[in-house]
């Protein structure tokens, strides 16, 4: 594994690790990524590939699609594994990042029993499997496991404001049950845990038809079709580019065994949806109007990372801001739109 510093450069937009991380990432593992056909999970694996490492992607393809990761096929160590962690699977592993499940609200609320079961099933047997092997266990929680807060920004202290019995309560309860579990197989079976709450993160290889604000927004724009703003757009979010994150997950992942989280990552610059949507008809020049639609249920009205934490044990903050990561998404999809506008007039 020569040159990583420089592989792992490359990759990421030219972020240097500090040797403690590359010490780590340089022991090659066997590492199973579920969700990794997925947007965050296919960065990831392409990432830990291009560090050497055999990786093994698991993925029920619900919301993940192929093309996320056919070009990761060149890797010998690439395996890719149609499975749905539901389903207790048995593989001999040394490490397991555990992204399976659909992320965006109208997919998750989709089949909420099924995503309650990802969350609670999925990481019960990725658990059991961590204790089999001896593996060290990283969860994708989130910031939703805090509701619709009232402390602002949010610390890792913060216990939340959750509703048990809403739409969005499958995938809240879901991740925040999943937590327990982590906590619980690292009390009583001594199992390596490392616990993520993710901020809101985009970038390239979303799905168009994600349903997240951000590839909502640009696809719409890019379509000159309307733009839908949920509510009146002053509730706020902050946006992380996807490049930041994963150097996160990566440093968390090479941390000591003593940091457990939970632990956020995501970008503290907060903006609100109605100036999400104001950048995003700026930087496509646009012509889209915008539209306002009614609030989802139990919507959160604020959102912002207490990012201290991640700062002081990791050494790590963002370094996209919104305008420059918003360019590449929006050259992402503009691509995407191109091919599939191409493909339809070749049929036609
Ligand atoms: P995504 O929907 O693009 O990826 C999820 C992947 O998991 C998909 O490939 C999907 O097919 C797969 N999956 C879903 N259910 C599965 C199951 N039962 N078995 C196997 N595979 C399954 O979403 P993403 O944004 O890449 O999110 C990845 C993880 O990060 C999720 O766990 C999500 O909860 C967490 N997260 C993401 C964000 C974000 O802003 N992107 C924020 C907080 C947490
Ligand atoms: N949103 C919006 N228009 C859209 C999609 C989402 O105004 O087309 C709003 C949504 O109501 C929420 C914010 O944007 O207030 C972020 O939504 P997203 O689904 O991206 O993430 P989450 O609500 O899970 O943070």
């Known amino acids: 594994m020569t040159n990583l510093k420089n592989v792992l450069s490359g990759n990421l937009e030219k972020l240097i690790y500090e040797d403690s991380v590359l010490q780590r990432l340089e022991i090659q593992k066997r590492i199973l990524v579920t969700g990794g056909a997925g947007f965050l999970g296919s960065h990831l694996c392409e990432l830990l590939l291009e560090a050497g490492h055999q990786v093994i992607c698991a993925d029920n393809f619900s919301t993940g699609m192929r093309q996320n990761v056919e070009h990761l096929k060149r890797f010998d160590g690439f395996r890719l594994i149609v499975h749905d962690v539901v389903e207790p699977i048995d593989l001999d592993v040394d490490e397991i990042y555990n992204l399976a499940c659909p992320a965006s609200p109208p997919h998750y609320q989709a089949d ?5 079961k990802t969350c609670v099933l999925g990481t019960l047997n990725m658990l059991e499997l961590a ?3 001896g593996a060290r266990i990283f969860q994708a929680s989130t910031s939703e496991i805090y509701g619709d807060p009232q402390i602002h920004p949010q610390v890792e202290s913060y216990w939340g404001n959750v509703n048990t019995f809403g739409p969005r309560s499958c995938y ?3 991740k925040r049950c999943a937590e327990t579990l982590l906590f619980d197989f690292h009390r009583a079976r001594q199992v390596e845990i490392k616990v993520v709450r993710i901020f809101n993160t ?3 290889r979303m799905r168009p038809d994600d349903g997240r604000v951000v590839s909502n927004f640009i696809v719409q724009a890019l379509k000159g079709e309307d733009i839908t703003i949920y509510g009146n757009g ?3 979010r902050s946006f992380c580019f996807v490049d930041d994150l994963i150097d996160g997950i990566i440093r968390v992942m090479a941390s000591p065994a003593s940091l457990t ?4 990552l995501g970008n503290p610059a907060e903006f609100t949806i109605g100036e999400l949507a104001e950048q995003v008809i700026e930087l496509t020049g646009s012509r889209s109007k915008i539209v306002y639609r009614p609030l989802p249920v139990d919507d959160p009205r604020q959102r912002r990372p207490d990012i201290s934490l991640a700062e002081r044990e990791l050494g790590w903050r963002p370094r996209v801001d919104l305008s420059a990561g918003l360019a590449q998404t929006i050259g992402h999809f503009d691509a995407l739109l191109t091919q599939s506008d191409r493909e339809l007039m070749e049929v036609a």
Not at 112 to 116: E, G, L, Q, R, W
Not at 261 to 264: K, L, S
């Open 112 to 116: 909420p029993i099924h995503t309650t």
């Open 131 to 133: 204790a089999r092997y």
């Open 172 to 174: 809240d309860e879901g």
């Open 202 to 204: 985009y970038g390239p």
């Open 234 to 236: 002053s509730q706020t």
């Open 261 to 264: 989280g939970p632990i956020n």
